[in-house]
């Protein structure tokens, strides 16, 4: 069993910045989803286990991005630009999936999730 631990949600204004991160032990492709408030779990940014692949959900291109430390077994996400319709849980999630995964069901383990809110 993969445990996934998040952190650095918070609130925050809009145009600020926020980074996540995301503790996983094991060689795993990552992933970061996010649910708002009404809406379905969306996919937001991915990476590979090496990092050479990424994928970026139009909603967050250009202003989020996708890292990671294999040595310290920590994937990151950098939130830049953040805007009010930013706000939701944040989830990540591993997947043993080779190369980077993109859809939900491609992932096998899940963070608790970390809330970011971002007044206006």
């Known amino acids: 069993q993969v445990q996934l631990v998040e952190s650095g949600g918070g609130l925050v204004q809009a145009g600020d910045s926020l980074r996540l991160s995301c503790a996983a032990s094991?060689?795993?492709?990552m992933g970061w989803f996010r649910q708002a408030p009404g809406k379905e779990r969306a996919a937001g940014a991915s990476?590979?286990?090496?990092?050479?692949?990424?994928y970026d959900a139009e909603s967050v291109k250009g202003r989020f991005a996708n890292s990671r430390d294999n040595a310290k077994n920590t994937v990151y996400l950098q939130m830049n630009s953040l805007k009010p319709e930013d706000t939701a849980v944040y989830y990540c999630?591993?997947?043993?999936?080779?190369?980077?995964?993109?859809?939900?069901?491609?992932?096998?383990?899940w963070g608790q999730g970390t809330q970011v809110t971002v007044s206006s």
């Open positions: 999630a591993a997947s043993s999936t080779l190369g980077v995964a993109v859809g939900m069901n491609e992932y096998d383990y």
């Open positions: 094991g060689r795993y492709a």
């Open positions: 990476i590979s286990w090496s990092g050479s692949m990424t």
